[in-house]
């Protein structure tokens, strides 16, 4: 959750740094500071593209696979919303049986 001065770049622009590191042989900081973005985010998307391509680092999970894991978090946390909503019925229920 970024703040509202968080800078968007396209993907375009995104994988253009990236080939610009690749095809240069400047490091990511130097073709960072010509591009005038954080090396932090060009280092970033540099490792991302890498583990999508397959050689990223064992355990580096790749953009799809995040996307999962943050749908299936998602799904996970309604899912217990609605099992604390039946809970809760089954007890009232279960009180009010016993009148």
């Known amino acids: ?5 968080t800078k968007r770049y396209t993907e375009e622009f995104k994988r253009d740094a990236i080939a610009l590191v690749d095809s240069s042989g400047k490091t990511v900081t130097a073709v960072a500071r010509e ?3 954080s ?3 060009l280092r970033g998307w540099y490792r991302q593209a ?3 391509q397959g050689g990223g680092r064992p355990g580096e999970f790749t953009t799809q696979e995040r996307e999962e894991l943050r749908r299936l ?3 996970n946390a309604e899912q217990a919303k609605t099992i604390e909503v039946l809970r809760k019925a089954a007890v009232f229920f279960a009180k009010e049986s016993d009148r």
């Open 50 to 52: 890498k583990a999508d």
């Open 73 to 75: 978090r998602r799904q």
């Open 1 to 5: 959750m970024g703040s509202k001065y």
């Open 39 to 41: 090396s932090e985010s």
């Open 35 to 37: 591009l005038g973005i």
